[in-house]
């Protein structure tokens, strides 16, 4: 049975997990509108830190501003709040949840209903595996595409949103894959079910961009900004499918799946078929930033308060 922690953030004060409940009725839970963020606190040799905190929660502001929610707490005591789940729950390498979303209060889609918000956080190892960041897992392309720019805005971070990430993850599973990839509606690559998509070719990062249908990743930012800092070449561009066959290196990354190299794409070995050079580095500058070897000169690591 699933264990869950004892306390959770709601509504603006800490709570029992058993206590943090919402109505059957909420908008949210038919209509998909809820926003949320996935953010991570690793054990360092300074005690623990949350990584890229306000650089995720006004992510979530943002995802809440598309869809026109006015959050009812502001970016600080949401911040807060952040650091205290995680210290009342006595917490040192843990995943966070804050969201948001549509409460009770009307039947219609344009309702503006209050707003409730959450911050929950728990344990969790490597997303896709133990094994896969050293290993690499096989991953296929989706039969289901991402949805056009037109549609739902890729770049929310909403509820809504994962039900295309639920598709394409729930069919690679079911076909025997660690994951799935999903082609945009121009059939051009976008992004995995729940990450963004790096290509290595003759050493240089090749990355989907924005308009792609894909969410933003702060964990896609960090490699950029770690990459060419440390002479290693990126390029934002167009990829078509086909390159995933043609690429020396592939790896997924998200703040859940961190950096997961990929050595298969629908049954064909990519590179060597192990996690190739540029992909090791970028683990080696990404993973030194929690156990000291990468300098964080940006400010990213924020020592848990509490
Ligand atoms: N794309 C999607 C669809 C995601 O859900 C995530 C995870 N939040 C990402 C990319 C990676 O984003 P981040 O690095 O900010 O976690």
Known sequence: MQQYPDWIWHNGSIKRWQEATTHVMAHGLHYGSSVF????CYETPDGPAIFRLTDHNRRLYASARIYDMALPYDLDTLNAACHEVIARNGLTRAYLRPFAWRGLGGF????DTPIEMSVATWFMGPYLGEAAL?????????????FAPNTIPAGAKAGGNYLSGQLIAREARRLGFGEGIALASTGLLSEGAGENLFLVFDGALHTTPVSAALLNGITRNTIITLARENGIEVVERDL????????????????????TPIRSVDGR??????????TQRIQDLFFGLFDGRTKDTHGWLEPLKG
């Not at 963020?37 to 991570?40: A, S, V």
């Not at 050293?134 to 991402?146: K, L, N």
């Not at 066959?245 to 998200?254: P, V």
Request: hydrophobic letters at 35%; one cysteine or more; glycine letters at 14%.
């Open 134 to 146: 050293e290993t690499g897992i096989d991953a296929c392309v989706s039969s289901w595409q991402r």
């Open 240 to 259: 078509p499918r086909e390159y995933l066959y043609l690429c020396d290196e592939l790896f997924m990354c998200g703040t859940a799946a961190e950096i």
């Open 269 to 278: 070995q990519v590179g060597a078929g192990r996690p190739g050079p540029v």
């Open 37 to 40: 963020e996935g953010i991570r």
């Open 108 to 111: 219609g889609l344009s309702a």
